[in-house]
């Protein structure tokens, strides 16, 4: 008498392994691709201005140094100081001393306010972009570039 076990554990393991396949082919969940926390970037910030700017000050705030703090689910959107070093730091530096120049080169950029950025945070002791508007100059928030390009 012919079973039908052999042809049972047949099509459980091509079952098994289609859905093992499709897992790992699917595409990522919903927010898998949004922006990840930098926290060495804070970091490189709270170390460079440490003179000028109170630590509590900094860890207040947080991300806000360069994401737009009206926007807080998106951090793909950045505050002017956020946009200007954008265009100069790769998007995940993990280099102190890249992303130290990087903050250095922009310290003469212009604020929201007329003052650089280098003004506000070392004769003002204050956050580059504190009391920014979040549409600086007229111009829509700066989003992230995405990492495809």
Do not use: W
Request: aromatic share 4%.
């Amino acid at each position: 008498m012919i079973t039908a076990r052999p042809a049972r554990r047949l099509i459980g393991g091509v079952a098994l392994a289609a859905l093992a396949a499709g897992l790992l082919l699917a595409p990522a969940p919903n927010g898998a691709d949004e922006a990840q926390a930098r926290p060495q970037h804070l970091k490189f910030f709270a170390q460079k201005y440490a003179e000028e700017i109170e630590k509590d000050q900094i860890s207040k705030v947080k991300c806000d140094i360069c994401h737009e703090k009206t926007q807080p689910k998106d951090k793909k959107i950045r505050n002017p100081y956020g946009a200007a070093l954008a265009k100069v730091v790769k998007e995940n530096e993990k280099d102190q001393e890249a992303f130290t120049k990087a903050m250095e080169s922009i310290e003469s950029e212009k604020s929201c306010n007329g003052e650089t950025f280098g003004e506000r945070i070392k004769k003002k002791k204050e956050l580059p972009a504190e009391g920014c508007d979040p549409l600086p100059t007229g111009q829509p928030l700066v989003p992230v570039p995405d990492a495809a390009n």
